[in-house]
């Protein structure tokens, strides 16, 4: 005597189309931070390669540290092995704040969601 067994699995369609996949690929290959939040660090990187300016601090509204590098950057310059420290420096910081701003406002948009 064997049994059998019916299992029936419906699925409801609430109108969803096609615009779900499409945005479900658009938020893995953005990580779900969307086209500036995962190009915003490179240019960071980009702006924070040119020497002298200390632009990745600005571009990050880090004035006041943009500021203080470039005083900094004058008695430094009389030591170049600093200068090039404070250099190397300042890109991995823009890189860094640049990271972390795109982070924060990732959690603050999952959270409100």
Known sequence: MSQSEEIVV???NNGEKNSNIV???W???TSGIGIWGSFKPLIVVLLALIPFAFLGQ???REHQKAFDWSL?????SFTIIFWIGLYAWSVVDAWGVATQ???????LRVSDN
């Open 10 to 12: 419906s699925l409801s």
């Open 23 to 25: 945005k479900v690929i």
């Open 27 to 29: 938020l893995q290959l």
């Open 58 to 60: 600005h571009f990050n």
């Open 72 to 76: 900094l950057q004058i008695p430094l």
């Open 101 to 107: 701003s795109v982070k924060d406002a990732h959690n």
